[in-house]
């Protein structure tokens, strides 16, 4: 089963998201803090999609 993992940036994290944010998830991207949330995010772009070389089912999407 695939499993997707959604991050946006520390800095977007606004009063809409915050009670979606997954505290202790956090990662750095070039140099940014980007955060877990529990859903898609509607409405914002996406940045990158990668998939992990380890697990071939997990996938990350990181928005903008």
Same mark, same amino acid.
């Given at each position: 089963m695939e499993? +997707? !993992?959604?991050f946006i940036p520390a800095t977007k994290v &606004?009063?809409? $998201? +915050?009670d979606f944010i997954l505290e202790g998830f956090d990662? &750095? +991207?070039g140099g940014y803090t980007y955060r877990r949330v529990t859903k898609r995010m509607k409405g914002r772009q996406i940045l990158h999609r990668l998939t992990?070389? !380890?697990n071939e &089912? #997990?996938? #990350? $999407?990181i928005y903008k």
């Open positions: 499993e +997707i !993992q959604y &606004n009063y809409k $998201v +915050i990662i &750095n +991207i992990s070389t !380890q &089912n #997990m996938k #990350m $999407v």
